[in-house]
T-cell receptor, first 116, second 114 residues
Framework: GNSVTQMEGPVTLSEEAFLTINCTYTATGYPSLFWYVQYPGEGLQLLLKATKADDKGSNKGFEATYRKETTSFHLEKGSVQVSDSAVYFCALSEGGSGGSNYKLTFGKGTLLTVNP | DAGVTQSPTHLIKTRGQHVTLRCSPISGHKSVSWYQQVLGQGPQFIFQYYEKEERGRGNFPDRFSARQFPNYSSELNVNALLLGDSALYLC?????????????FGSGTQLSVL
């Protein structure tokens, strides 16, 4: 079945450092790919997404490019802030559009801590 | 506008008991999904409902059931609780059950089974 593997955490960085969180996937079809963020005590929030190969999703300074040839969707940010401290989840979607069904398969999550 | 609301926020049960978790989707959203997030793991899909019909079911035992009401709110029921059912249960809503639709998650119900 489909699966998502993301780098083990925790990741600890200093403010303004460069961030990369690796994510690779296994899928039988052509899934959409997502990064979700979970701040302490809150639910998941969509950070960015890409729906087809070579698409780049971006939001709040974060970027990720859908690489079909390497089945990857690595998350990057050029300069992290303390407020970026959270758990980051890579995910892929399964199911058809048009009202059939739709579920997300998540990776295990990567805890990011940014120190001042 | 209110986001996805879940109740209760925390719950403590003992093994063998039954539990009901509730979810109110964002106004106008017709699709509700449930996910289980065990500590240290990513969320796992349990159910999806759309227009009161089950549209998808994850790999969970029959002790787990759910339903969606005419106002699109939803309940997740778990019977004969096991210690391993301890987790954060997340509800998510969207307009339609489509990969093109953004999912909005609630803050979850933290269930502890003793």
């Amino acid at each position: 079945g489909n699966s998502v593997t993301q780098m083990e955490g925790p990741v600890t960085l200093s403010e303004e450092a460069f961030l990369t969180i690796n994510c690779t996937y296994t899928a039988t079809g052509y899934p959409s790919l997502f990064w979700y963020v979970q701040y302490p005590g809150e639910g998941l929030q969509l950070l960015l997404k890409a729906t087809k190969a070579d698409d780049k999703g971006s939001n709040k300074g974060f970027e990720a490019t859908y690489r079909k040839e390497t089945t990857s969707f690595h998350l990057e940010k050029g300069s992290v802030q303390v407020s970026d401290s959270a758990v980051y989840f890579c995910a892929l979607s399964e199911g058809g559009s048009g009202g059939s069904n739709y579920k997300l398969t998540f990776g295990k999550g990567t805890l990011l801590t940014v120190n001042p | 506008d209110a986001g996805v609301t879940q109740s209760p926020t925390h719950l403590i049960k003992t093994r063998g008991q039954h539990v009901t978790l509730r979810c109110s989707p964002i106004s106008g959203h017709k699709s509700v999904s449930w996910y289980q997030q065990v500590l240290g793991q990513g969320p796992q899909f349990i159910f999806q409902y759309y227009e009161k019909e089950e549209r998808g079911r994850g790999n969970f035992p029959d002790r787990f059931s759910a339903r969606q009401f005419p106002n699109y709110s939803s309940e997740l029921n778990v019977n004969a609780l096991l210690l391993g059912d301890s987790a954060l249960y997340l509800c998510a809503s969207s307009l339609y059950p489509s990969t093109n639709e953004k999912l909005f998650f609630g803050s979850g119900t933290q269930l502890s089974v003793l």
